[in-house]
């Protein structure tokens, strides 16, 4: 149970590259962040790609004018002159500037919390592994979705065998909010998102899909794909060669088999994310549109559905339980969350506590190249016909 009480000596100072007046991630962050009161400060920021707006921004939300910056290049070397700078920035522009501006603030001495899909290659994935390696720096991935406890839940279950052996997994993160081209053409913050340039090599798998895949193996962490075969349509034409719609079937290497729809083209669908694994025994099922609750059907029992923060739950789950059972959280307790994990492995990497890094389970760096790799697979088949293709997983996701 969270009480908003500090988990770490003293909040960080804290900065952020993007997530400013008119984009749509940036309220999430602080949210995340500033949830406790006792893990960040939001001290200084380049809040936006127009100097005079971030800097009006940073104010309106309480950061000093004088810590308001016009980009981030002079937020870093500015920061590392005052003793009371920064040391961890995180980054909420569009995805083509998420490895250039992660690599400078590494380079900084700053650690890192990056927006996803993290870059658009994973030889930068591995570039920026390795640097932040030899800096001692954390780089955390905001899948934000992924604080919900109830997926703490279902890798309890699954590992405790309560649905046998996982036979089909069945993942789904679809909306209908592109279903024509009028935001393509109207909103900042959807025509980058079909530019390939800034964009990268994908649309819904990288904007959706890296979520729903991420929280699968944070899930699942023993189930490694071995196979994938990706089919992907842009139905709006100009959208080409970006996807609004693809469906993936997954193998893994145990025997099970899965499948993902994600789309932004799916008209009217506004409960689009989901997640059931089905085993010998029994299935999960988690909605994020009902995230308090979990279904657990077991074969010829009447179905059950638990819910959040009841006693009978997992102790790990419970674990990050703040509001208590009959008060619904969300995703905003879900993006505090992991970023209290963030806080936790930056403060434990800065004590070299490597046993609390080793226990913490949170979306690093290899979570991040792992989603850069499901991105390139995916598109590797599709472009090849939709081809079945071998999938490395970079790591389990196990502790
Ligand atoms: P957006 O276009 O709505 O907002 C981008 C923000 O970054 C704007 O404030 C813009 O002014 C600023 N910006 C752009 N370039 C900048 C630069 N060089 N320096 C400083 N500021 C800059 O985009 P968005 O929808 O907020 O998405 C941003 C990132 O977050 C993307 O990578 C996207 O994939 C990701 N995202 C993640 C989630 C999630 O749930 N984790 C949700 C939405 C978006």
Redesign the pocket.
Same mark, same amino acid.
């Given at each position: 149970m969270l009480n908003g009480e500090r988990k770490i000596a003293r909040p960080l100072r804290w900065g952020m590259?993007?997530? @400013?007046?008119?984009?749509?991630?940036?309220y999430?962050h602080r949210t995340g962040a500033l949830r406790d009161n006792t893990a960040y400060q939001l001290v200084a920021g380049?809040?936006?790609?127009?100097p005079e707006?971030?800097k009006d921004f940073g104010i309106n939300i309480g950061v000093d004018g004088n810590r308001c910056y016009p980009?981030?290049k002079t937020m870093f070397a500015e920061e590392a002159l005052r003793e009371d700078g920064v040391e961890v920035v995180s980054i909420?522009?569009?995805?083509g500037?998420?490895y250039e501006?992660c690599k400078a603030a590494l380079g900084a001495g700053l650690h890192v919390i990056c927006?996803?899909?993290l870059f658009f290659t994973s030889e930068e994935g591995e570039e920026i592994k390795d640097l932040a390696e030899k800096k001692g720096k954390i780089v955390g991935v905001?899948? @934000?979705?992924s604080g919900n406890q109830m997926l703490l839940q279902m890798r309890a279950m699954i590992e405790q065998g309560k649905i046998g052996e996982i036979r089909v997994v069945d993942l789904q993160y679809t909306h209908g909010f592109n279903a024509n081209d009028q935001a393509d053409k109207t909103s900042?913050?959807q025509k980058?998102?079909v530019d390939p340039k800034v964009a990268g090599p994908s649309f819904v798998l990288?904007?959706l899909s890296t979520?729903t895949y991420y929280m699968s193996q944070l899930i699942m962490p023993h189930m490694k794909i071995k196979k994938l075969l990706c089919d992907r349509q842009s139905f709006v034409g100009s959208r080409a060669p970006l996807e609004d719609n693809a469906f993936v079937l997954m193998r893994y290497e145990n025997g099970a088999v899965g499948r993902l729809w994600t789309s932004s083209i799916n008209a009217g669908c506004m409960d689009g994310h989901r997640i059931r694994i089905v085993g010998s025994k029994a299935s999960l099922e988690w909605w994020d549109s009902k995230p308090n609750e979990l279904r657990y059907e077991v074969q010829g029992e009447p179905i059950q559905t638990l819910i959040r923060a009841m006693p009978y739950l997992d102790e790990s789950c419970n674990a990050d339980e703040r509001l208590g059972a009959l008060h619904q959280e969300g995703l905003s307790e879900s993006w505090a969350n992991i970023y209290l994990k963030f806080a936790i492995a930056i403060d434990a990497k800065n004590r070299n506590d490597e046993e609390t890094l080793k226990n913490l389970v949170y979306p690093d760096i290899d979570a991040g190249l792992d989603g850069i790799r499901w991105i390139e697979n995916c598109v590797r088949s599709a472009d090849n016909g939709a081809s079945w293709v071998e999938f490395e997983n970079i790591k389990a996701l196990l502790v």
């Open positions: 590259v993007g997530g @400013g007046r008119l984009g749509q991630v940036g999430k380049a809040f936006d790609i127009d707006r971030g980009d981030y909420a522009t569009p995805n500037t998420h501006i927006e996803k899909p905001t899948y @934000g979705f900042d913050s980058w998102r990288g904007d979520h």
